[in-house]
């Protein structure tokens, strides 16, 4: 029998990347990507010029169809096999990523009286501007005792849809008005893909409170704001399970693409879950953490449990059959960028330069040579806010311990070691639930620092494997694409076949794992005191900036 094909398109932050996957064996035939045009919209709107508040990340759907047009047909291409060969084509995105469109899914911000308002545009991941709605939405949920927030952790998000919604009404609310659909992204490029709307399963329960086959109540929803009541109206439809097939691929979308009109378009699915079965994470205890800028973390069991500052538990939101975890932190990679971007002193640099390596590399390095604790500092991993277990984006960045002999790479390795202990709360709050985690799987870009994974198989004290793919969204969709044309009878069964990964690449050492046990006890009383109520210094300081940050831009 001739080999097939299917292809799997990823939607990251500032690019979207095409992978050409056999179907046989999740072999990685070719892969492309195209960048973002406008990247992330932070500043000023591209349309006028207008500056943008605060805490806004907005992008431009134009840039999602580019990836269509461009990386996916470049893929094939490199690929070298016949279009004929690809059965079917899946896609992933970041969530919340979520924007408003006519009733036909033309965005908002695609109709020229509404180009120059923000609010007609997508609402990235990372938009933590509707903070005040989500507290909201938290307080009236548990104050009416609303059934559904206990699966969400307690606390619900500024970067889900509800909030975003929210926000949109109370600030433009002519766009509100306008917004006969509000949509993930995720589900919007499956729309121009296959010429039909699906609301897919994972991102309607974790990101828009969808449980138990219903939305949060009309009666809810006014209460938050007598305008919001008609909200849900704008995302209800029939939920689609992962892998299923949402439609056949259209004519227009075959031109862009260079596919053939008809094959399998999968139902749209979120990165970091989709990853799951690419990192054949799809067993009960596996925690998958997908580090990139930021880190998602899920994971399968077999019973619902309410876990404090989880993102969500959602039946079937990762593999069909299974309740899906999922917990996060909003900055990683982001905090190590962060560090080298804007604190390295140019020396260091230039050290790097003449070993030939880049910045990141040569701090790791030195930061490798040290023992646990000697550098003497803690950090907490909140630079970009803190999405579990505290849900609070309000939150900011902390290091101790400095001193005037502290060196850069000392600051480095406090920063690594910081967000692993973030992700050893997560675990401990998996565990006092009763969800066990057996194993740390990890995938994404930051795979390729051995010393930060060696700190978090240590830290965790939990033997630490390693998705086996630099491709790990785009192999993930490319599994859901293959059950949507049919070539396997499950996910389950296509991530036996496709799925590759390093089993126990790092080993915990017992005695590393004894001193950061140590350390971790310090991180957890400053976690608890400037997160838990032992001090408001860090939300009185971001007040006292947002204020001054507004009286500058007023002058």
Known sequence: MADTYVVGVDFGTLSGRALVARVRDGAEVAAAVCKYRHGVIEHDL????????????????????????????????????????????????TACTVLPTMADGTPLCRIPKFAGRPHAYPKLWKHHAAQAQADRITAVAHERGESWIGRYGGRISSEWEFAKGLQMLEEDPEIYAAATRFIEAADWIVWQLCGRETRNVCTAGYKGQHQDGAWPAPGYLAALNPGFADFTDKLAHPLSPLGGRAGGLTEQAARWTGLRPGIAVAVGNVDAHVTAPAAQAVGDGQLLAVMGTSTCHVMNAGQLAEVPGMCGVVDGG?????????????????????????????????RAAALGLDPHEYLSELAGRQRVGEHGLIALDWLGGNRSVLVDHDLSGVVIGLTLSTRPEDIYRALLEATAFG??????SFTHSGIAVRELIVAGGLVRNTVLMQIYADVTGLPLSVLASQQGPALGSAIHAAVAAGAYPDVRAASAAMGRIDKAAYLPNPDRVAAYSELYAEYRALHDHFGRGGTDVLHRLRRIRNAARTEVAVR
């Open 318 to 350: 990762i593999i069909s059959g299974s309740w899906g975890y999922e917990a996060g932190q909003s900055a990683v990679g982001d905090i190590f960028a962060w560090f080298v971007d804007n604190a390295l002193p140019a020396d260091y640099r230039g």
């Open 423 to 428: 992700t050893r709360t997560i675990i401990e």
């Open 46 to 93: 591209p349309a006028n010029g207008a500056p943008l508040p605060l805490d806004w990340a907005l992008q431009d759907p134009e840039d999602y169809l580019d990836v269509l047009r461009v990386a996916v047909p470049t893929a094939v291409r490199t690929a070298g096999i016949d279009p004929a060969e690809i059965i079917g084509i899946a896609t992933d995105f």
